[in-house]
Each structure stands twice: as C-alpha cells, then as structure tokens.
C-alpha cells in the first residue's frame, strides 16, 4: 500500500511535492496513527484506535494497556502476529512509551515506538 507520509500528524512536502510511504514503513505509520487515534473519534471508521478512555482517571495498569493495543491493532488485517510489546510507564509526567514488534502478513519484521499522543517516541 502506498500513502502520504505524515510527521507528527501533518503530511510531509518536499519542495511542494507530498512525499509517498510504502511497505513495512507505511504499516508501521499506520500502526502508530491507529494507536494515536482515540477509539470512536475518527468519522469514517468510528472502530479503530485505542480505547483511551479505558485508562483514564485509572492506576497505571501495563497488562491493560497490552491488551487495549493488542485490541486495537487486531483488526489490521496486514498484521500477522504482534510479536512484542514493551511499555515503559514515567509516573512522574504520567505517559508510556511503547515498543511493538509484529510480523506482517508479507513475513517482514515491523517495529514501531509510540508514546502517549501517538507520535513517534
């Protein structure tokens, strides 16, 4: 699949041309996006993203927010397996950064950080 490329959120130009992603780079865009995404909050596929409302107001849980990413990215038919996922919770500022590692449908290893707003850690 071939997409635009997105840095932090917005489309990337380069001298006033979009640039393209494609292949395991534009996977891994689309998982941190999906992942980024508040479940419910996109118009058109009001059934992807994290439940983020699962964790809020809650006591850090990592095996709830292992399987809240797990949830959202199981319907990511590219997706073979998800291999890995580390999370490393800051208490002090109160945000987790995660590590995924899965396997595409095409064999290849994807890899991925994200932190709490989605963006690339």
Same mark, same amino acid.
């Given at each position: =699949? ?12 380069? +001298?006033? &041309? ?7 780079? !534009? ?20 059934? =992807?993203?994290?439940?983020? !409302?699962? =964790? /809020?107001?809650?006591?850090? &849980?990592?095996? +709830? ?21 580390? /999370? ?20 290849? !290893?994807?890899?991925?950080?994200? &932190? ?6």
């Amino acid at each position: =699949m071939r997409t635009w490329l997105l840095q932090d959120g917005d489309i990337v130009l380069e +001298q006033g &041309n979009v640039k393209w992603v494609e292949g395991r780079e !534009e996977l891994a865009q689309a998982v941190r996006v999906r992942l980024g995404t508040r479940l419910g909050e996109s118009f058109f596929t009001p059934e =992807m993203g994290l439940d983020h !409302e699962q =964790m /809020i107001g809650q006591p850090f &849980n990592e095996d +709830q927010l292992r399987e809240l990413v797990l949830e959202a990215l199981a319907d990511e038919y590219r997706i073979a397996s998800v291999d890995e996922i580390d /999370i490393q919770f800051d208490r002090a500022s109160r945000t987790a950064d995660v590590h995924v590692v899965m396997t595409s449908v095409e064999g290849e !290893e994807v890899e991925i950080d994200v &932190n709490s707003s989605g963006f690339e850690a």
